[in-house]
C-alpha cells in the first residue's frame, strides 16, 4: 500500500509525547485522536514498545488504510470510527476497567490523502464532486452550503474561516451562478470564484479558490466547533500526569488550543468582575510548551504541508472544570 501522507513534527511529537518514567516506558496507553493513514502512531509504536494506542478517525476509508498499515502491531492497536470530540464526551469514566490515557495527540490537518485520493473535492486540482465531508453520514455536503446558503451568511462564513479578503464578491458570484443551475463540481465552483476577482489577484501566490475551499471544508466538518469541546473532554479524560498535545494549521484552531492551555496553566481563572478567587486557585496543567513548537526548515523543504504546523503540549494536575473554558469559544 502507498501511504501519501507525511506526518508532521514528528520528531518533536516523539520528544514532548514520549512516556516518561519506568512505569509507563513498559506500559502505556496512547490515543491519537485523528488517526489518518496511521503516521504518527505507526512511529510511536514502533518507538516505544510498550505503548499501546487507540486511534480515532471519522473517515472509515482512510481508517481502513491505517488498519492494514498498522497490523503488523496486532493487539497493540486499535481503532474507532468516529468524531473524536463524540469519543471523549462518552468516554466511561466511571468504568472501572476503562484504562484513562497516559498520551493523547490530535494533528489537526487534512491528510494529503484526502486532496489527492479521496475523490471528495477537497482540492480544486482535480475535477471531482463537490462534497468535502471527511465523514460521509454528514449531512450537507460542500455542493449543499454554496447551492442553498444566504449570500450573506456564505460570505461570513468564508471570510471567517479563511480571512478571504474578497468573500462578499464571490459570495454574490456563487449565487448568481447558481441560478443557471446546481454548482456540483470543484471545477466549476474554481472557475466561478476565479472570475469573481480582480484580475490581479487571480496570479498571486497561492489560486484564488484557496481559502474559499478551506473554508467551506472547515464549516462543512464543523471543525472548529468540534475543537473546544473536544480538547476540554479529552484533558479530563487523560491520566494525572500524562501529556495532551495538539497540532494546529490554523490561527482559529491556535488561538482556541492555546487559550484553553493558557487557562489550564493558570493558578486562577475567575472572570474579572469576581472580586476573589473562587476558582480555588491550582492550576490543571503544566504548560510545557511555553510558545508553539513549529517545524524546522529542513522540515518544511521536505514536506511543505508543515509549513504552517504548531505543536501546544500540556502535562495534566487535575481534572479541570467548566471555568477553563473562558474565552475558548467555539467559532
Same mark, same amino acid.
Request: hydrophobic share 35%.
Given at each position: 500500500? %502507498?501511504?501519501?501522507?507525511?506526518?508532521?513534527?514528528?520528531?518533536?511529537?516523539?520528544?514532548?509525547?514520549?512516556?516518561?518514567?519506568?512505569?509507563?516506558?513498559? @506500559?502505556? &496507553?496512547?490515543?491519537?485522536?485523528?488517526?489518518?493513514?496511521?503516521?504518527?502512531? !505507526?512511529?510511536?509504536?514502533?518507538?516505544?514498545? /510498550?505503548?499501546?494506542?487507540?486511534?480515532l478517525d471519522a473517515d472509515s476509508v482512510i481508517?481502513?488504510?491505517?488498519?492494514?498499515?498498522? =497490523?503488523?502491531?496486532?493487539?497493540?492497536?486499535?481503532? *474507532?470510527?468516529?468524531?473524536?470530540?463524540? &469519543? !471523549? $464526551?462518552?468516554?466511561?469514566?466511571?468504568?472501572?476497567?476503562? +484504562?484513562?490515557?497516559?498520551?493523547?495527540? *490530535?494533528?489537526?490537518?487534512?491528510?494529503?490523502?484526502? !486532496?489527492?485520493?479521496? /475523490?471528495?473535492?477537497?482540492?480544486? $486540482?482535480?475535477?471531482?464532486?463537490?462534497?468535502?465531508?471527511?465523514?460521509?453520514?454528514?449531512?450537507?455536503?460542500?455542493?449543499?452550503?454554496?447551492?442553498?446558503?444566504? %449570500?450573506?451568511?456564505?460570505?461570513?462564513?468564508? !471570510?471567517?474561516?479563511?480571512?478571504?479578503?474578497? =468573500?462578499?464578491?464571490?459570495?454574490?458570484?456563487?449565487?448568481?451562478?447558481?441560478?443557471? /443551475?446546481?454548482?456540483?463540481?470543484?471545477?466549476?465552483?474554481? @472557475?466561478?470564484?476565479?472570475?469573481?476577482?480582480?484580475?490581479?489577484?487571480?496570479?498571486?501566490n497561492i489560486h484564488p479558490a484557496t481559502r474559499?475551499?478551506?473554508?467551506?471544508?472547515?464549516?462543512?466538518?464543523?471543525?472548529?466547533? +468540534?475543537?473546544?469541546?473536544?480538547?476540554?473532554?479529552? *484533558?479530563?479524560?487523560?491520566?494525572?500526569? /500524562?501529556?495532551?498535545?495538539?497540532?494546529?494549521?490554523?490561527?482559529? %484552531?491556535?488561538?482556541?488550543?492555546?487559550?484553553? *492551555?493558557?487557562?489550564?496553566?493558570?493558578?486562577?481563572?475567575?472572570?474579572? %468582575?469576581?472580586?476573589?478567587?473562587?476558582?480555588?486557585?491550582?492550576?490543571?496543567?503544566?504548560?510545557?510548551?511555553?510558545?508553539?513548537?513549529?517545524?524546522?526548515?529542513?522540515?518544511i523543504k521536505e514536506n511543505s504541508p508543515s509549513?504552517?504546523?504548531?505543536?501546544?503540549?500540556?502535562?495534566?494536575?487535575?481534572?479541570?472544570?467548566?471555568? +477553563?473554558?473562558?474565552?475558548?469559544?467555539?467559532?
Amino acid at each position: 500500500m %502507498e501511504i501519501v501522507h507525511t506526518p508532521v513534527l514528528l520528531n518533536e511529537c516523539l520528544e514532548y509525547l514520549s512516556p516518561v518514567g519506568e512505569k509507563f516506558e513498559n @506500559d502505556a &496507553f496512547m490515543i491519537d485522536s485523528t488517526l489518518g493513514e496511521g503516521g504518527h502512531s !505507526y512511529n510511536f509504536l514502533s518507538k516505544f514498545p /510498550g505503548l499501546h494506542i487507540m486511534g480515532l478517525d471519522a473517515d472509515s476509508v482512510i481508517q481502513a488504510r491505517a488498519r492494514e498499515r498498522l =497490523s503488523c502491531f496486532g493487539e497493540r492497536m486499535e481503532f *474507532f470510527n468516529g468524531w473524536f470530540n463524540d &469519543f !471523549y $464526551r462518552n468516554f466511561p469514566l466511571e468504568d472501572p476497567q476503562q +484504562r484513562r490515557p497516559d498520551l493523547i495527540l *490530535f494533528d489537526l490537518g487534512i491528510s494529503v490523502f484526502h !486532496y489527492e485520493r479521496s /475523490g471528495r473535492g477537497f482540492s480544486f $486540482r482535480h475535477d471531482e464532486v463537490l462534497d468535502m465531508r471527511l465523514n460521509p453520514l454528514t449531512e450537507e455536503s460542500a455542493a449543499d452550503v454554496v447551492n442553498s446558503m444566504a %449570500e450573506e451568511k456564505l460570505a461570513n462564513m468564508i !471570510y471567517l474561516y479563511s480571512d478571504e479578503k474578497y =468573500s462578499r464578491r464571490i459570495a454574490s458570484s456563487i449565487v448568481e451562478a447558481r441560478k443557471n /443551475g446546481r454548482i456540483e463540481s470543484t471545477k466549476a465552483l474554481a @472557475d466561478i470564484i476565479w472570475n469573481a476577482v480582480p484580475s490581479k489577484y487571480r496570479y498571486g501566490n497561492i489560486h484564488p479558490a484557496t481559502r474559499t475551499f478551506q473554508a467551506l471544508r472547515i464549516h462543512v466538518n464543523s471543525e472548529l466547533k +468540534r475543537l473546544p469541546e473536544a480538547i476540554h473532554d479529552a *484533558f479530563n479524560v487523560l491520566a494525572p500526569g /500524562g501529556k495532551l498535545g495538539v497540532i494546529t494549521f490554523h490561527s482559529l %484552531e491556535d488561538k482556541i488550543v492555546k487559550n484553553y *492551555f493558557r487557562n489550564l496553566g493558570k493558578q486562577c481563572v475567575c472572570p474579572p %468582575e469576581v472580586p476573589a478567587c473562587v476558582c480555588g486557585g491550582v492550576p490543571c496543567a503544566e504548560v510545557l510548551t511555553r510558545k508553539p513548537v513549529e517545524p524546522t526548515a529542513q522540515e518544511i523543504k521536505e514536506n511543505s504541508p508543515s509549513r504552517s504546523a504548531k505543536l501546544r503540549v500540556v502535562r495534566k494536575l487535575r481534572d479541570a472544570d467548566e471555568k +477553563r473554558l473562558y474565552g475558548v469559544e467555539a467559532l
